[in-house]
């Protein structure tokens, strides 16, 4: 039975597993408009899901901080795969969703266990750069998927399923031979990074500000995952070209988190996060009015490159401040997974109602209310908080010259 070390698994098993989450989440909705469905179902196929995910995620992060990180882990893939394998055979709109929230399970328990674990491994630039590592891997996965989903869709229309289910298999074994349960690290105490933001009440507002963002971030996404297939088969695209723009999120991501892996300039920097949040406004503005595929691909990476920013930010953040580390990646998790549950189920409303470019007025306006609470939640913010970036900084360069 094939064994990896610790430092591999930080950057393959997040591919490994998006991997068959990106080439299953593709194909379900281009199956339901096969099978009939309309923009409310193809909502809720990210709704369910990802409601499973939101509710169930913290639980399981509280689990593994008290029983241990590795049976979630490798329950994960496993999961996933069955659902996998039905969906080869599922022939109604009610089994898509009802295998949508099977998904949903397998992601809470798998992803806040995951995070935590890697989480464990280093403390401060290490943390963030193994988190780095991390996001970059699993991104990866999204430049691939899609496409691939596309092509094997246009093949047959259950060809994915099977793909994602044998990727989902093989990585349950080698995790049950690979993962084993460990102690977490002694956090050590720096004079210039505060270690919990309990110690720091501008710390926490910005840490809120950031979740409030990445909400934000994943209910634009989630339109754009299960809404856009119907706008595109709409406007005469094939299931290849559809995979190839939805891998345009994946770019952006990868190329947003491999520059912020290698720089702490964005820490507690509103600057950044409010740059990244009207790019996004502007990748709106451009899927409402245009039509043209090379278009949508430039608002897709908009949309993409927005995302890095928060999620890095996100994860980073709670992992980095929070004492119990499950819990901290339970609630990124289930904060993120609430934009996926709102996004496409409200955005599916208005499609049905206004037409299938409403969802992306949505998503503006629900931007917009964002970034107000986020201004009024960091607007006095200390600036010992930005100050701290900058002594993180300086201490680096003297230790590297």
Known sequence: M?????????????FWMDLSASVFYLAAPLVMI??????????????????????????????????????????????????CLLMTQVGGVKGILALAALNGVSMAVFWPAFQAWIAESRNGSGLARNIGS????????????????????GLHSRLPFWLAAALCISLFSVMRASVRERVPPTQKETRWLPSEPEELNQGRAFLYAIWIGNFAS?????????????????????????????SCVG??????????????????N????????????????LIFFFSQQFIFALAFILLGLCASLTYYSSLYYTVRLMKKKGKGAGLHESILGSGVVLGPLLGGIMAHSAGLRAPYILCLVVLAVVIVIELSLIKKQNPQISQITQINIKQKNLRQS
């Open 2 to 14: 094939v064994k990896i070390n610790e430092r591999i698994m930080i950057t393959v098993v997040p």
């Open 34 to 83: 096969k099978l009939g469905g309309n923009p409310i179902e193809l909502g809720l196929i990210g709704a369910i899901s990802a409601s499973v995910h939101m509710i169930l995620a913290n639980l399981a992060g509280r689990l593994s901080d008290r029983f241990g990180r590795r049976a979630l882990m490798v329950a994960g893939p496993l999961i996933f795969g069955i659902s």
């Open 134 to 153: 991390f996001n970059m891997s699993w991104t990866a996965s999204h430049l691939i998927g899609p496409t691939l989903s596309g092509v094997l869709f």
């Open 218 to 246: 994943f209910f634009i996404l989630g339109n754009a995952r299960y809404q856009f297939p119907k706008l595109a088969m709409e406007l005469t695209m094939s299931p290849y070209m559809i995979g190839m723009l939805m």
């Open 251 to 268: 770019l952006a991501q990868f190329l947003g988190f491999f520059s912020l892996r290698g720089s702490e300039r964005w820490h507690f």
């Open 270 to 285: 509103k600057y950044y996060l409010l740059g990244a949040q009207l790019l996004a406004a502007f990748g709106l503005l």
